[in-house]
């Protein structure tokens, strides 16, 4: 267990930033609405430990990126593209993504969330008219664009001071090295659809989970930091869907599940850079709840395709990182 660092508070803003809209998206009786509200708040999972400039620009991009995510699943979804079309997708997506988030330094690395925006969406059996449910997410990334930017406002408006953060920050030369932001995302692209593909071809509910799972341990700097993180995954997972279990055993209402999916969004974001097992007992009943709440599928269902999923494509990911070490050195940042 790392030790603390002040993580309540960007637990806390990040939590603010998913639950507004989602309670907005529930009082207007729109629980069609509440995946993309959902995906757009996750704008402020950015660069939450930066500056106040480096958060804005960081966060800018990631939320663009997520909202042309949301924007291209839709469409997938409305059209009812079939289950290889969206594989090969998201597979692209990944790797595309991942070339972005090491491009502009995104944190948290890689293409999680971005391969998760468009798989979930574009694995929806119905979506709402297209500018409604891309207007929700466009609007939770701008809630939490303001969001980020409160404490450094509250602070000048609490010391009088008129500078800005961002310029007194010095401006950091780097060499983009292209030939490992391709070979990484080679990586990213490998495993995605290798997992994807599998679980298609054995028929299993939620292939995007294998996929997810699959680019997972790739986002860690070392190949020993990636072999842990799959086999955190597999852990974790297995503790979140014996406490997902739970949490549906109950007789939930929609404001119930909401109310949850904000608890565990700050309790995540509290644990997830401590210790990513811990962190996973809360990430993952909120993506299954997430589901649950637009889908109303089985819930047995749900546990079994998460668990199956997860370890498919955690193992996908472990082979992957093994096959392709690395041929270069990291990004070159001088100063760091």
């Known amino acids: 267990m790392a030790p603390p660092q002040r993580d309540h508070y960007p637990a806390a803003r990040i939590a603010l930033g998913i639950a507004v809209p989602l309670l907005v998206v529930l009082a207007l009786d729109r629980i069609d609405l509440t995946i993309f509200a959902a995906f757009g708040a996750f704008t402020g999972i950015y660069a939450k430990a930066e500056v106040a400039r480096r958060r804005f620009q960081h966060q800018s991009i990631a939320g663009a990126i ?3 995510c949301l924007a291209l699943g839709g469409s997938y979804a409305s059209v009812g593209a079939p289950e290889w079309a969206i594989v090969l997708t998201t597979a692209v997506i990944a790797g595309a993504g991942s070339i972005a988030a090491d491009y502009w330094q995104l944190k948290p690395a890689g293409s999680l969330f971005f391969v998760f925006a468009f798989a979930a969406v574009a694995s929806l059996p119905d979506v709402p008219p297209w500018w409604q449910a891309l207007t929700v997410g466009a609007a939770s990334v701008l809630w939490c664009l303001i969001l980020g930017a409160v404490p450094t406002m509250a602070r000048k408006l609490r010391t009088g001071d008129r500078t800005t953060t961002g310029g007194q920050e010095p401006d950091r030369q780097r060499t983009v090295q292209w030939s490992v932001l391709m070979m990484h995302a080679m990586r990213y692209f490998v495993a995605a659809g290798i997992a994807g593909g599998l679980a298609t071809f054995a028929d299993i509910g939620h292939a995007y989970w294998a996929m997810v799972a699959a680019v997972v341990p790739i986002a860690a700097p070392s190949l020993a930091g990636r072999l842990a993180r799959a086999v955190h ?18 007789p939930l209402q929609p404001w119930h599940i909401v109310l949850l999916l904000v608890l565990l969004q700050f309790l995540a974001e509290m644990f997830v850079q401590r210790h990513y097992t811990i962190a996973l007992f809360f990430i993952t009943p909120l993506a ?6 637009v889908t109303r599928q089985a819930p047995a269902d749900l546990l079994v395709d998460r668990t199956v999923e997860t370890i498919i494509g955690a193992l996908v990911g472990v082979v992957v990182v093994v096959l392709m070490r690395e041929r270069a050195a990291a990004l070159s940042v001088p100063g760091r």
Do not use: E, W
């Not at 014996?242 to 055993?249: D, E, K, P, S």
């Open 288 to 293: 299954l709840l997430m589901s649950y709440l």
């Open 66 to 68: 997520l909202v042309a």
């Open 233 to 250: 995954r597999i852990i974790g997972t297995l503790g979140g869907v014996a406490v997902t279990a739970g949490i549906l055993a109950l």
